[in-house]
């Protein structure tokens, strides 16, 4: 069985403040300061994929980190002030690699792939750090120092998720070296270790929590939160159906829909956009479906939608609940080639085929709500509470 043991000391220069100090505080006069950890730590009794070494600063998580792994210890990378963060990856990922990666862990929105490191949000540099790792990891495991320190407890339960996710199906090894309990159920590591107890458990995989999502009807001024986040155009038709989806009372996602013009009985997704901080974990899908359900339940419409994303089209040919609308000769899982501000894009064209939202006086009620042209309340009172996502 592995077993940590390990001493870390540093000398004591003998100052006359130090001295003063040894004296007001009764402290044994030492010429050096050290300190032991000791702790079975079986990680090769069983198979793994991602575990977790926490407690409170000062516990000697990072020391324990860099003793049982060594240079597999991520702490930061070096970044261009200038350049955008696609090209800080190494030199012989293609873009597709790349976005795959960045895409994985949560961070979805192309226009913020083009920036620097510098100006991103403290969320968005977290999952960013994420995918780099996961690229350079050159053994099997890799281990992330200060895992969440920097960011809202929010990002960070979302994140957790992202990272666990994308950790599992690249089939790579991951442990988080964290001072924060409250990612553990969002992560769902295999085990965990708590350097000051000394105690180490594995875990049974559970769910991680369920996102409980409010959607609610809303005016166009909602899209200014979310505009500059879509991958496309940040344009937004006026005469568009728009919808919010808040969780925990924030706003993490919107969708706007408009009648097909020239194909009578059949509606259209315009946008959809989820939020950085709250990419990752289906948000998005779930809000278009719901979306989608709804339409069909308050209309009896047909509902399409046209994406060139690529974690779209992913999740809508994995689904039972889209089906794709025509193929094309391009076909990455039914993709497209169209034409958009004189650019060909790969896209793909799906239509809803899931169950009508099981509300239909719900339905019919949001559809219809009128917000009467008022900027100064832009959401309704309508609501679709409890869409599951997880």
């Known amino acids: 069985m592995p077993r940590v043991d390990c001493v870390r000391g540093t000398p004591v220069v003998r100052s006359a403040r130090v001295l003063q100090l040894e004296g007001l505080f009764d402290v044994p006069p030492t010429e050096r300061s050290e300190e032991r950890w000791t702790a079975d730590v079986p990680l090769e009794d069983r198979a793994w994929a991602i575990g977790a070494i926490v407690g409170p600063s000062g516990a000697g998580k990072s020391t324990i980190a860099r003793e049982l792994f060594g240079a597999a210890v991520v702490t930061g990378h070096d970044w261009s002030p200038e350049r955008s963060v696609v090209d800080g990856f190494p030199a012989g990922m293609g873009i597709k690699e790349i976005t795959g ?22 969320g968005q540099q977290f ?100 505009r500059g ?46 939020l950085p901080d709250f990419q990752g974990v289906g948000i998005g899908n779930a809000v278009s479906v719901t979306v989608a359900a709804l339409a069909a339940a308050a209309t009896g419409a047909r509902y399409r939608s046209v994406t060139s994303h690529p974690a779209f089209i992913r999740a809508r040919a994995a689904s039972a609940e889209w089906r794709l609308a025509a193929a094309g000769s391009r076909s990455a899982k039914g993709g497209t080639m169209q034409k958009t501000g004189g650019r060909q894009r790969l896209a793909a064209s799906f239509e809803y085929r899931g169950a009508p939202y099981p509300d239909a006086a719900a339905a019919r009620a949001l559809w219809a709500e009128s917000l009467g042209g008022s900027k100064s309340n832009p959401m309704t009172q309508t609501r679709v509470d409890a869409v599951r996502v997880g």
């Open 101 to 122: 990666l960045l895409s994985s862990v949560g961070f979805s929105s192309p226009p913020a792939w083009l920036r620097p490191f510098a100006v991103l949000s403290t």
């Open 127 to 226: 999952r960013v750090t994420l995918a780099r790792a996961l690229a350079e990891s050159t053994e099997q495991v890799f281990v992330v120092d200060e895992f969440t320190s920097v960011v809202d407890r929010t990002v960070a339960q979302v994140g957790s998720a992202a990272i666990a996710k994308a950790v599992r199906r690249l089939r790579k090894r991951f442990v988080a070296v964290t001072c924060h309990y409250d990612v553990l159920d969002w992560l769902q590591p295999d085990w965990v270790f708590e350097p000051h107890t000394g105690r180490f458990h594995w875990r049974e995989l559970q769910r991680r929590p369920a996102i409980e999502l409010v959607i609610s009807r809303c005016g166009t001024e909602a899209w200014a939160l979310f």
């Open 229 to 274: 986040h879509h991958y496309l155009s940040a344009d937004l038709n006026h005469s568009a159906r728009c919808f919010l989806a808040t969780w925990r009372d924030q706003p993490v996602a919107f969708t706007a829909v408009l009648p097909s013009i020239g194909f009578k009985g059949i509606w259209r997704e315009h946008r959809t956009v989820c």
